[in-house]
Every structure is written in structure tokens, then in C-alpha cells.
């Protein structure tokens, strides 16, 4: 079992470029989220999902989108990247229904925006 | 506004004494509480969690106590060790939300 997979590590984009970070998990876990953490604030959560076809948002989603057409794979998309999305972004699964609601993470993206 | 927050930005506590890290929530909606671990370039990983029905976990070392009516709960690590030095976060799961306070750094004094 791979786990959470998150592609890429690092990536450089500039001011109103667009992007989008790959997230992929491969223990048929039917939730999946995206949070930012930035220091001084914790994880934020962006989107989650709590199953294929099914997305909502979360504290910050705004300059985000997100679709689940499969099970395994939940991308998140920046639409046009401003410097305050600089960040490391996480990407979790986890079990819809049934405690403890564990996630499991991905090792994150760094994300820089000049 | 915060809806899980974590007061202490850091903590120090030597090694083999309790370490106890603290949370506090504002949703009463809120129905299971975990707690994570994370070390410097690494995704969260998960420690322990509680039921908004019961009033104590323990796993091991690490003991989650809940006060329902303070809206508080508190992570218990004991005896702390080395390895134990990491940012701890507290986390509310709600509405099919699972919300982060901002963490607590942790670190063991030889």
C-alpha cells in the first residue's frame, strides 16, 4: 500500500498561473480533504469529500476547486495563484463512517507563488 | 472565527516527567476529537481520538481526557521521551468537518 500519494513536492508558480496538485489514495477510503498549513495557523481545511461525485467546502475554499470522479483520486485545482496561497498544502483520507475517523496524510506540497 | 483552539504555542518538559498538552472547542456540535502528531516536513500522523460520549482514552503512553462541559480536552503523554518532540494538533470532527487548532510545538528537555 502506497497510502496518501501527493505530486509534486515542490513547485515555483507565478502570479496567475493556474496548477493542480495531485492527490491519490489507494485504501478505498471513501473521504478525502485538503487542508494548508501555514505557520502560526494550524491546518486549514480548503474542500473535502465524502465520496466520488461528492465535494463541500471547508473554512478557506475560496481560489480553489476540487471534483472526485473516482474513488482514489482528489485533486485540487488553483484557478489563477495569488502570493497568498503560498503554503503546504496536505491532502488526507479516511473512512467515511466509523470511528475514529482517523486520517491518513500525504507528505504534503510545498507551493510558492511570487 | 476559531472553533478549536490550542493556547499554548509551545511547550517544554523534561524527559520522563507528564506532559500535558490542552484544547479547547466552541462547538457543541462537534462529536469526536483526535488528536495528531507531526514532525518537521512530514504529513500529520494520528495518535488518538475520543467520543463526544465518553470522558477518557488511553493508549499506551498517551491519555485524552474530555471535559464536555468546559468544552476542553487535554492530551496526557507519559513518561515523555525524545522522540515525543513534535507539533501537536488538536482536531473536532463535525458536520462531516474535521476542523484543526493551530498547534502546539512539544519539545523534551534531556
Known sequence: NAGVT???K???LKTGQSMTLQCAQDMNHEYMSWYR???GM???????SVGAGITDQGEVPNGYNVSRST???FPLRLLSAAPSQTSV?????????GTPYEQYFGPGTRLTVT | DQQVKQNSPSLSVQEGRISILNCDYTNSMFDYFLWYKKYPAEGPTF?????????????GRFTVFL????KHLSLHIVPSQPGDSAVYFCAARGDDKIIFGKGTRLHILP
Open chain 1, 10 to 12: 515542490f513547485q515555483v
Open chain 1, 71 to 73: 474513488t482514489e483520486d
Open chain 1, 37 to 39: 498549513q501555514d505557520p
Open chain 1, 6 to 8: 501527493q505530486t509534486p
Open chain 1, 42 to 48: 494550524g491546518l486549514r481545511l480548503i474542500h473535502y
Open chain 2, 67 to 70: 471535559n464536555k462541559s468546559a
Open chain 2, 47 to 59: 495518535l488518538i481520538s475520543i467520543s463526544s460520549i465518553k470522558d477518557k482514552n488511553e493508549d
Open chain 1, 89 to 97: 498544502y496536505f491532502c488526507a483520507s479516511s473512512y467515511a463512517t
